[in-house]
């Protein structure tokens, strides 16, 4: 059996926001990094452009999954602005108030997993010297840790992977190391929680299909419970 690659990404911010419904005046997050948030990423890393699909869709085809290594608690902000012009050009509006949420203090551990060796081997070199910045699902939402990591592409499935990595964040005085890791596959049929963010188009034309997603606990890697990021 031939054996499926798999890329790794260090996903650690004190602000991440991967929102997948946001509308208007609205901003919404999901609980952990979205696929086309992540995709999104590695394109700007590997400087492709955003109407550019040839080079998009080979990265959109990569099974991915999610480690909650530090879940991070969801937080709400709220911004104002003056002068606000309205979709029809008819009303200016004095103040508009947004809403924007977001993740703080959190730290994903994302896999890619694809057949094709080189284009894994390419993006994990692009992530390590970003042809454009790259941000946490908003581009003011900077990583605090390379996302790049050495070693980030291995030899073996995904799942494998993301059960044996070690953690990747460090403990604090008032912590105890968790037991088990909550884990994120995409399930492959219909079965699991639905996400509408599978990228179906450039990200100029925004067209995203459905997938389906499966959670699981994994127990948490012993061996590296004193690990830094």
């Known amino acids: 059996m031939k054996r499926m690659p798999t890329l790794l990404l260090r996903l650690v911010g004190p602000m991440q926001s991967w929102g997948t419904t946001s509308r208007f005046d ?5 609980k952990e990094p979205s696929k086309s948030g992540v995709i999104g990423l590695l ?5 492709i452009d955003r109407d550019n699909w040839a080079d998009l869709e080979p990265l959109t085809r990569l099974a991915m999954g ?3 290594d530090r879940p991070g608690a969801p937080k709400r902000d709220y911004q104002t602005a003056k002068d606000i012009i309205s979709a029809d050009r008819t009303k200016i509006h004095a103040t508009a108030v947004t809403t924007r949420d977001y993740l703080a203090d959190a730290a994903f551990l994302v896999a890619l997993e694809g057949s094709d060796q080189g284009l894994l081997e390419g993006a994990h070199s692009a992530l390590r010297n970003p042809c454009w910045p790259i941000g946490l699902g908003r581009r003011s939402y900077v ?11 291995q030899e073996y499935p995904l799942r494998a992977v993301l059960e044996t990595w070690p953690w990747l964040s460090t403990l604090r005085k ?6 088990s890791l909550l884990v994120s ?6 079965s699991g929680s639905f996400r509408m963010d599978q990228p179906l188009s450039s990200f100029g034309e925004r067209r995203f299909g459905s997938r389906y997603v499966r959670s699981e606990w994994i127990p948490f890697p012993k061996a590296a419970s004193h690990v830094a990021a």
């Open 174 to 179: 008032w912590e105890e190391p968790p037991e």
């Open 143 to 153: 990583p605090s840790e390379s996302v790049w990591m050495e070693g980030g592409v």
């Open 26 to 30: 609205h901003r919404d997050t999901g």
């Open 185 to 190: 596959f995409e399930s492959g049929d219909d």
């Open 43 to 47: 394109a700007a890393a590997c400087g």
């Open 66 to 68: 999610v480690r909650h």
